[in-house]
């Protein structure tokens, strides 16, 4: 039975992990969502993704998820017309981030919802070793 809460452990504490990850990815995206290109006519932030994946892990036997990739979104920038800014191009058009705040804070709630998730099968398995141990006494 140890051997199962702490496999159970080990899942959610890779869950927890690759969560944490996430919520990393989505401040970036939020503290960049304004940030446009040095130069004239140059490409400003890209949102930036995270994509997970399955992963075996050997010292437990049991399948994990990790972080497969943090890729970069390849949307259309949206333009502004603001020919004083520095980063206008000829046309007085500045290329402003793909990043919108709106699916940024979707994507939070659903990744604290998801750590929180995980956090409660590690207490409550923890728990259970905890009330074993005191039955062995």
């Not at 040095?38 to 949102?47: E, L, T």
């Not at 990790?66 to 000829?90: F, S």
Request: neutral net charge; glycine residues 6%; without cysteine.
């Amino acid at each position: 039975m140890n051997v199962d809460l702490t496999k159970s452990m080990t899942v959610s504490a890779a869950g927890m992990e690759a969560q944490t990850q996430r919520l990393r990815v989505i401040a970036e995206n939020l503290a960049n969502q304004s940030t446009t290109a040095s130069a004239p006519g140059g490409d400003p932030y890209r949102r930036k993704t995270i994509t997970f994946e399955n992963q075996l892990d050997r010292a437990s036997g049991v399948e994990t998820v990790k972080v497969k990739e943090i890729g970069t979104d390849k949307g259309e920038l949206p333009r502004r017309y603001e020919p004083a800014n520095p980063a206008a191009d000829a046309q007085g058009y500045v290329k402003l981030p793909n990043v919108d705040s709106f699916i940024e804070m979707m994507d939070m709630r659903e990744a604290e919802r998801s750590y929180n998730a995980n956090l409660a099968a590690m207490q409550a398995s923890r728990s259970m070793m905890n009330r074993t141990i005191e039955l062995l006494k």
